[in-house]
């Protein structure tokens, strides 16, 4: 529909992309960027459970955008709350498409990257010709392999998009809904130094740039000076890795941080702070058990039976009443949730360990251990709770289940790596819109991350993809999905989940957590 912007809405229990799924040029846009005439004052201290340090947006999974968003710019920006598509915030100051196959773009002037190059189109061109190479291995890099034909600057300030075929959710992929995928990078100094270096010192057109760095500690960003659409409000943010939350509500209750991320234990206590907000995430996560390498005959993840036994084995009501203290809510989706187009919400499996002893039984499982990885993520830091929880019922049943506790900077490295082996982790996957996404990064084969390999999956994600002209088919197959993934207990749903933060009135004040994946929204806490 010409004349109106892209938005993003919850509708009949699904999210609706408005706007015929065509932004054309000339639409209503959000509101501008403020002005940058107030200088950067003050320290913002940050407090969170765990921090992915990685800095090349072509390698980092979606985690690491929580303090990425300020060192980088994404294609297309987001309106203040995160549920709009605005041409005033990103880099791209118009897009259009006639056919959603072919799209042009027009690349704001005047900004530039932090060590003085200026940003034109021919960036944006590098960046995303960059992710069909093989060293990309971000969340959705595949996708950007599998549908991007070409990404061509015919001037410093025009760049044209062609696609395999025509697929509404490319405006998705360059904004920060979802991944890493849509950050700038700077061409020339990229060519330059390399990829190793560049991951080591990173350049971006954000707010901000990175100060000083305390690995497996502590990461401080400053103004960056780069004209970026967004501008900085503090001189200095400061992220602190704090995996304990009481430690973290210590630190926050004496002063020493501004903002938190909690668990669903904390949010009455500190609800009852003076001068503290505490603000939920709208579009949460699905939270579940994982179950990697289910492709390998030789562990007990391929056997159908040994799943369910795994599967009907955990109580998730118990669960959601004892770890999340009710605020979750039971569900038999995962790894996508009814934030998704197409969703139909699933029953949560019906807790059976008398069942779940005798299918152990009978899938001749011998005994051999079961690693459960244990580590927080940004705005769930219950995970290593529900990693105890899990193996206490498991082990009921005579699985010899063990936790091991890591981080996820470590994890995910053999995560992406295809070297987990067998076991399981409780894993949240942020909701929204296109639900097949989650299955790019972690169910299908071709993805960076992968539970499984399996052809009825990869059959299905295939035709999602080829279904980018049609939101009701694509909504068709996300369901298809979720119900194959369910009937063949692939992975353990248990709740879906909003995240929760606190921190100070005066600092939350006009913020909301967003509606991007892992993200919490840090543009609009940290700049103006």
Not at 21 to 35: C, D, H, R
Not at 184 to 211: E, M, T
Not at 466 to 490: C, F
Not at 516 to 523: E, K, S
Request: glycine share 10%; with cysteine; hydrophobic share 40%.
């Amino acid at each position: 529909m010409r004349g109106e912007s892209w938005r993003v809405l919850r509708l009949a229990g699904a999210v609706a992309i408005v706007g015929a799924l065509v932004a054309m040029a000339g639409g209503q846009a959000a509101a501008g960027p403020a002005s940058s005439s107030q200088a950067p004052s003050g320290t913002l201290n940050l407090g969170l459970s765990s921090l992915l340090e990685s800095f090349d947006p072509a390698v980092a999974q979606p985690v690491a955008k929580v303090h990425l968003d300020l060192l980088y710019d994404h294609v297309v920006g987001l309106n203040k709350t995160g549920n709009r598509f605005s041409k005033e915030t990103g880099l791209a100051s118009n897009w259009t498409t006639k056919d959603q196959q072919t799209w042009k773009f027009t690349i704001r002037r005047g900004v530039k990257f932090s060590n003085g190059d200026p940003l034109t189109a021919r960036d944006v061109a590098f960046t995303l010709g960059r992710l069909k190479t093989p060293t990309a291995r971000s969340a959705y890099s595949s996708w950007f392999k599998l549908n991007l034909v070409s990404a061509k600057a015919t001037s410093a300030g025009k760049l044209t998009v062609r696609l395999t075929a025509p697929n509404f959710g490319l405006l998705y992929y360059l904004s920060s809904l979802f991944g890493t995928e849509g950050s700038v990078v700077p061409s020339n100094y990229l060519r330059r130094v390399g990829d190793a270096a560049f991951a080591q010192a990173p350049v971006g057109s954000g707010p901000y740039k990175i100060g000083s760095r305390q690995a497996g500690q502590s990461l401080t960003y400053v103004p960056s000076n780069t004209n970026s659409p967004s501008k900085p409000k503090y001189e200095r943010v400061v992220f602190r890795i704090i995996p304990e939350t009481s430690s973290r509500i210590a630190l926050y209750r004496t002063g020493q941080l501004d903002v938190i991320d909690i668990g669903t234990s904390s949010i009455r206590t500190l609800g009852g702070v003076a001068n503290t907000r505490v603000a939920k995430k709208r579009v949460g996560n699905q939270v579940g058990i994982g179950f990697f390498e289910q492709w390998k005959s030789t562990t007990p993840m391929n056997n159908r039976r040994f799943r369910q036994a795994l599967a009907i084995s955990v109580d998730v009501n118990a669960i959601n009443k004892a770890i999340f203290r009710g605020f979750g809510d039971p569900t038999g989706n995962y790894p996508s949730g009814c934030a998704s187009i197409g969703c139909k919400d699933l029953a949560p499996y019906r807790y059976n360990p008398s069942q779940a002893r005798q299918l152990l039984q009978q899938s001749g499982y011998s005994g051999a251990e079961v690693p459960i990885y244990a580590f927080p993520l940004p705005g769930v830091p219950e995970l290593p709770a529900l990693a105890t929880a899990v193996q206490g019922y498991w082990s009921a049943i005579g699985v010899n289940a063990k936790v091991v506790t890591t981080d996820f900077s470590s994890f995910v490295g053999k995560w992406v790596g295809y070297t987990v082996g067998t076991g399981a982790a409780p894993v949240a996957f942020a909701q929204r819109a296109l639900g097949i996404a989650q299955y790019d990064s972690a169910f299908w084969s071709k993805g960076v991350s992968t539970f499984t390999h399996d052809t009825t999956i990869d059959r299905l994600v295939d035709q999602g993809h080829a279904a980018g002209d049609s939101p009701k088919r694509y909504g068709q197959i996300t369901a298809q999905l979720n119900k194959y993934v369910y009937d063949n207990y692939l992975s353990l749903p248990v709740v879906s989940l909003g995240s929760f933060y606190a921190g100070k009135e005066s600092v939350l004040a006009g913020w909301t957590p967003g509606n991007g994946q892992y993200d919490m929204n840090i543009r609009t806490l940290a700049g103006r």
